[in-house]
């Protein structure tokens, strides 16, 4: 099925560990992106991407960092794993370029991640 | 910045009835709005998407509304049932980033 794909869905680390998260997508959307959501704070973009070989930061990016090698994957590293990083963590895609980008986003399942 | 704000927050009912869930926004300049549903512990699901240009969207018993003037979004969920019981999200998306903006939710629980 077409779709956004995250792995893994469940992760502990402990704090200082890295690791990164991935996210792949099959409906050839240029636009990838991640957020992370939180109790009481809703979620918020960590950082974006337009197409291959560009990103950029969104609201929240201070502790990670992402690539955009292809137009499929958009993997999201944690570099030095915090307690503050423990929330679930969406990856979305979407058309970007108009009319396209009006057929609005598709989000994968999530990766729940515990820092300790 | 772009705030986007859900009112109520949680919201209970009986099966049957008919009900609203609002959603404001501060920035009309948005490229559409989208309504998601979420499921405890589950990811996003889309239920309608509204371009800036359009002014409603229906999808079975599920009709959203858009008035970029005043800064406003409804979904009206008819008949509702137990199945609908979920936190509502509406996001808009504006921006050079294209930026999502979400509010904080509808939690929505439809007794039998």
């Known amino acids: 099925n077409a779709g956004v794909t995250q792995t893994p869905k469940f992760q502990v680390l402990k704090t200082g560990q890295s690791m990164t998260l991935q996210c792949a997508q099959d409906?050839?959307?240029?636009?990838m992106s991640w957020y992370r959501q939180d109790p009481g704070m809703g979620l918020r973009l960590i950082h974006y991407?337009?197409?291959?070989?560009?990103?950029d930061q969104g609201e929240v990016p201070n502790g990670y960092n992402v690539s955009r090698s292809t137009t499929e994957d958009f993997p999201l590293r944690l570099l030095s794993a915090a307690p503050s990083q423990t929330s679930v963590y969406f990856c979305?895609?979407?058309?970007?370029?108009?009319?396209?980008?009006?057929?609005?986003?598709?989000f994968g399942s999530g990766t729940r991640l515990t820092v300790v | 910045k772009q705030e986007v704000t859900q009112i109520p927050a949680a919201l209970s009912v009986p099966e049957g009835e008919n009900l609203v869930l609002n959603c404001s926004f501060t920035d009309s300049a948005i490229y559409n709005l989208q309504w998601f549903r979420q499921d405890p512990g589950k990811g996003l699901t889309s239920l309608l998407l509204?371009?800036?240009?359009?002014r409603e969207q229906t999808s079975g018993r599920l009709n959203a509304s858009l008035d970029k003037s005043s800064g406003r979004s409804t979904l009206y969920i008819a008949a509702s049932q137990p199945g609908d019981s979920a936190t509502y999200l509406c996001?808009?998306?504006?921006?050079?980033?294209?930026?999502?903006?979400f509010g904080s939710g509808t939690q929505l629980t439809v007794l039998p």
């Open positions: 996001a808009a998306d504006s921006g050079s980033a294209r930026q999502l903006t």
């Open positions: 409906m050839n959307h240029e636009y």
């Open positions: 509204i371009q800036s240009s359009q």
């Open positions: 991407s337009v197409g291959a070989g560009i990103t």
């Open positions: 979305a895609s979407s058309y970007s370029r108009r009319p396209l980008f009006h057929y609005g986003y598709t």
